[in-house]
């Protein structure tokens, strides 16, 4: 496949990459190099113009403390457009941890003004208050492969199931145009109570797994280079396979560690 | 009255516990002494001579409280500590009754106690120190502490309860730490490493403080030690660490290795200057007899192979353990162990912010086992340039501990050192396999 290039825009390393988050970019980079597609990484910076956001074909962002989530949101606003114009497009995006409740309408801390959101999905997220538990441990869930626009079969990795490890304090409603992700089998997913997990906007992906979702869900890191390169060269691209051995068992031993029946 | 009741409810279930083995040693009669009295520390602490230092910090705690304790011994000093692990307000409790007579007498002169990140305000509340060492502040299981900013916030508010009485000995190269100061009333003393430690070009990834905890603008780095420790000024407001001015002492004992552990002996040395008020000349003497603390660069003789254990729980910390193997041996053999229960944190994703750079090009042979053995794996295949099979040649996965350490004498020979990088409960796994001993 040498001569596809992408180009990963990532929202600001620096500020927004709590606790593993890399993994996503570094998975997303070696499945694509193995394959022989060149990569860019475009970290997204204060200093980024619009004109550089406008070139990037797959788009991630990871969590943030809340000092740094400050910083992210002042500047974020500058790039709104820039953001939604990709989303729009149907550029695959891929946000966890604290990043989709950027991407949402608002999030409410426990304390302290309500935060705007970009308002890229329909989704509305609360802070129960400082007395309440986080939400925390590991996560299997059924990914709602319908709300992707992509047939599972279409995918080298065969598995409906996603699994991960979320350690939140907000909670998560979908709005009525928002679709969930994944549906939770174990774990709490966005608000511990619907089941729902994540949320999906055209190929755009929320997720409250934090730190490294993909390296372990290789068939969603393989759906957003499939979709990706299918929005930059206007045709589907099917990908040359990859031997997944070691990242099946490491999927399937926390499926078996959580009781889930594969 | 209330205390010594307190104290002999505390020396019955010590008793108790000892003579039937019930486990759970190090924490039940701190527990029951508080039990019966909450303000038990406090009122017992009440008018004795015991000079009490608080050690706190992401990484170093146990190595820099045993170098204290060693150098304080060979200088006469009688000093007890609280045990591994045993960090929280009753394991310091235990500790204290554990090392009291039943008339309630202390025949220590010196009390060091390990203090975990969140405990400390906590502790504060029971116990006036003579004074805390602060070490450094890194992201370290994020599933129990929570960020780290939030634990810079705690302390600070517990920091300015504090009397005059007890000073402060902070780590000036963590900017977070460094900033502590502005909450404390006591003397404040600071501690920095030889210039030639100062080794790294650019910020790594495994960095946490890189803002300037004044104002929030990012942080301009002259020199970086590793990870955010380093000589640093904030170009808005003007807080940096350049200023500092204080005497860096270049004396290492041989067993130590790693920048890491020179932070580790500094704080160690400046405390038992400016508290114990010793001379220089005999800290470096006791020194020459310092052995290792368990699991931290400790070396275990086991089938005729060298065995070097690093601890290594957290990005930082397992960074440093690779830049030691890296300046040790070009061609090592490694076991990774990677858990996931309680003492190590739940949640392993912190390896994805590891450098294993270093270790894919140094490393001939890497053995990887634990809980989340297949997770490391990946971290280590998604290290690799290209799925070729130098990944297949160079890692072998054994989830079973005995299996990963059959491979481990397998692929080396008599006489070879080996190096082991696990988590806490890993490390006590392996510890009583290679020792035939368990510690706890």
């Known amino acids: 496949m040498e001569n596809y290039t992408l180009t990963i825009g990532w929202l600001y390393p620096d500020l927004m990459s709590t606790y593993g988050d890399r993994g996503n970019v570094i998975t997303l980079q070696k499945r694509c190099e193995w394959r022989g597609i060149s990569i860019k990484i475009l970290p997204i910076t204060p200093e980024t113009t619009n004109h550089e956001l406008s070139t990037i074909n797959l788009l991630f962002g990871g969590g943030s403390q809340d000092r740094e989530q400050e910083i992210v949101m002042r500047d974020l606003k500058s790039k709104s457009d820039s953001i939604h114009k990709l989303i729009e497009h149907n550029i695959p995006s891929l946000f966890v941890c604290g990043s989709p409740q950027l991407m949402g309408k608002f999030y409410e801390p426990s304390e302290g003004k309500r935060i705007e959101g970009l308002g890229i999905f329909d989704m509305e997220t609360r802070h129960p208050g400082p007395t309440d538990d986080r939400l925390i441990g590991n996560v299997v869930a059924k990914v709602n492969w319908e709300n992707l626009q992509l047939e599972s079969s279409q995918l080298k990795v065969k598995s409906s199931l996603i699994v991960g490890f979320e350690n939140h304090g907000g909670r998560t409603t979908l709005g009525l145009n928002a679709k969930p992700f994944a549906t939770v089998i174990v774990g709490n997913g966005n608000n511990g109570e619907d089941k729902t997990e994540g949320v999906v906007y055209k190929n755009a992906i929320g997720c409250y797994f934090h730190g490294p979702l993909l390296p372990k869900n290789p068939h969603i890191a393989d759906f957003l280079i499939s979709k990706a390169l299918e929005v930059k060269y206007e045709k589907s691209i099917e990908l040359s396979p990859l031997d997944d051995s070691l990242e099946i068992q490491a999927h399937n031993s926390i499926v078996k560690k959580l009781g889930v029946r594969i | ?440």
């Not at chain 2, 963590?174 to 501690?191: A, H, Q, V």
């Not at chain 2, 030889?194 to 495994?206: G, L, R, V």
């Not at chain 2, 060298?306 to 910390?317: E, H, Q």
């Open chain 2, 1 to 440: 009255m209330k205390s010594l009741s307190s104290l002999l409810a505390g020396k019955f279930t010590n008793a108790v516990i000892k003579e039937f083995n019930l486990g759970s040693g190090s924490t039940w009669p701190g527990h029951v002494a508080l039990k019966v009295n909450p303000q038990f520390l406090k009122d017992f602490l009440k008018n004795k001579k015991l000079n009490i230092v608080l050690v706190v910090g992401t990484n170093g705690k146990t190595t820099t409280s045993k170098l204290l304790r060693h150098i304080l011994e060979e200088n006469g000093h009688r000093v007890f500590q609280n045990e591994e692990g045993a960090n929280l307000v009753n394991g310091i409790t235990t500790s204290i009754i554990r090392n009291t007579n039943k008339l309630g007498r202390i025949s220590y002169d010196t009390a060091i106690f390990e203090v975990d990140e969140n405990n400390l305000p906590h502790i504060l509340k029971q116990i006036t120190p003579t004074a805390i060492v602060f070490l450094n502040l890194f992201r370290d299981q994020l599933d129990r502490y929570g960020e780290v900013h939030t634990i810079a916030q705690k302390w600070k508010k517990a920091l300015v309860t504090l009397p005059k009485s007890t000073t402060i000995i902070l780590n000036a190269d963590d900017p977070e730490i460094r900033y502590l100061e502005k909450n404390i009333e006591g003397k404040t003393y600071y501690f920095s490493i030889p210039d030639t430690y100062f080794s790294k070009k650019e910020i790594t990834h495994d960095t946490d403080s890189t803002h300037c905890p004044e104002c929030g603008t990012k942080l301009r780095f002259s020199k970086i030690a590793y990870s955010h420790l380093g000589k640093y000024t904030c170009t808005k407001c003007g807080f940096t660490n350049e200023t500092i001015k204080e005497k860096i002492d270049t004396f290492v004992p041989t067993v130590l290795s790693g920048t890491y552990n020179i932070y580790n002996l500094q704080a160690a040395i400046k405390t038992a200057q400016e508290i114990f008020d010793l001379p220089i000349e005999k800290i470096h003497t006791s020194l020459q007899t310092f052995t290792p603390a368990f699991g931290r660069q400790e070396l275990i003789e086991y089938k005729k192979r060298n065995i070097l254990m690093l601890l290594s729980k957290n990005p930082a910390g397992f960074n440093q353990s690779l830049s030691v193997i890296a300046d040790k041996d070009k061609k090592s053999t490694v076991l990774l162990a990677l858990n996931d229960r309680i003492p190590d944190g739940r949640d392993v994703s912190w390896i994805w912010d590891v450098d294993t750079d270093e270790l894919i090009t140094n490393a001939s042979r890497i053995i990887i086992t634990g809980d989340r053995a297949y997770d490391m794996g990946l971290r280590i295949k998604y290290s690799f340039a290209d799925q070729s099979s130098k990944f297949t040649d160079a890692v072998i996965i054994k989830e079973k501990t005995n299996d990963a350490i059959n491979e481990l004498i397998k692929n080396t020979k008599d006489g070879e050192t080996v190096y082991i990088l696990p988590t806490y409960s890993a490390m006590l796994e392996l510890r009583k396999i290679l020792t035939g001993k368990e510690i706890l």
